[in-house]
């Protein structure tokens, strides 16, 4: 194998956070490792893979994103998890544009919300992309 296709091969990236959606019934799902849906953050991608016969891995960059939000219902606040959607702002491609990405029953929500926000403007940050409100 020569070398261009072992830096293919061997992709570097840091994972930030990796969880599993984590309700009542996911955690016995975990127990017995069934549960075979995973959300990762890493340092420019989002990454959300569920299915374990049919596995579907969907991955967006973190700077297609914005406005982590924080939705707990009584149960999930019990619990500690919660809910974070995001939405894609594609900037300029029209084929994911408003659409709404859902991390569900993630544990200790609102460290995962500040991280992914804090994810997503160091990457915005890094490509210098800026951003106009339409007035």
Known sequence: MNEENK??????FEILWE???????QRFLTMIRMNFTTYQITDDELIIKKGFIRRRTNTIELYMLKDPDLTESLYQRILNIGTITVTVDSHGSTDKFGTRIVLKNVETPAEVRKLLRDAIEKDVMERKITYFDKI
């Not at 830096?7 to 570097?12: E, H, R």
């Open 7 to 12: 830096n293919i091969l061997n992709t570097d």
């Open 19 to 25: 969880g599993k959606p984590a309700g009542l019934w």
